[in-house]
């Protein structure tokens, strides 16, 4: 199984859409087989989804996403775990036993659209992408 988690400097990035690169974990059997992490290829509608689900992934992980992306992803066989924050290795450690816990998302609706001037201002402060 594979897991993307959106990755900004080492850490889950509050925006699934707008992080520099996805982190993607191979799981097997409760093991870590491969971790690679690759730039993310840009941010379109229904783009991403895609994107990943022909990679094999089967999970999501983010600091942030809007209703539609989920809905997105779920039609893509993608379950995103949403309001994940901290280091990139922790949080794949916890998914690995079962321990990551989802949370409330760090982006309020509507933040992401447009990718540019009309985008709106998230709920959290640059500091909240990099809690533990």
């Known amino acids: 199984m594979k897991i993307a988690i959106s990755t900004d400097a080492g ?9 520099p690169s996805f982190t993607i974990a191979e799981i097997e059997e409760e093991k870590i087989l491969k971790i690679e992490e690759i730039n993310n290829p840009g941010h379109q509608p229904a783009f991403l989804p895609n994107f990943l689900a022909e990679r094999g992934v089967k999970y999501i992980i983010c600091g942030g996403m809007g209703n539609r ?11 995103p775990i949403i309001g994940v924050t901290g280091k990139i290795e922790e949080v794949i450690e916890k998914f690995v036993k079962g321990q990551l816990k989802e949370g409330e998302s760090l ?8 990718y540019g001037l009309e985008k709106e201002e998230c709920d959290h402060s640059e500091e909240d992408t990099h809690l533990h």
């Open 11 to 19: 850490f889950v990035s509050a925006h699934f859409g707008r992080c």
């Open 69 to 79: 992306a989920q809905m997105l992803f779920a039609e893509k066989n993608i379950t």
């Open 107 to 114: 982006c309020k609706p509507g933040a992401g659209k447009g």
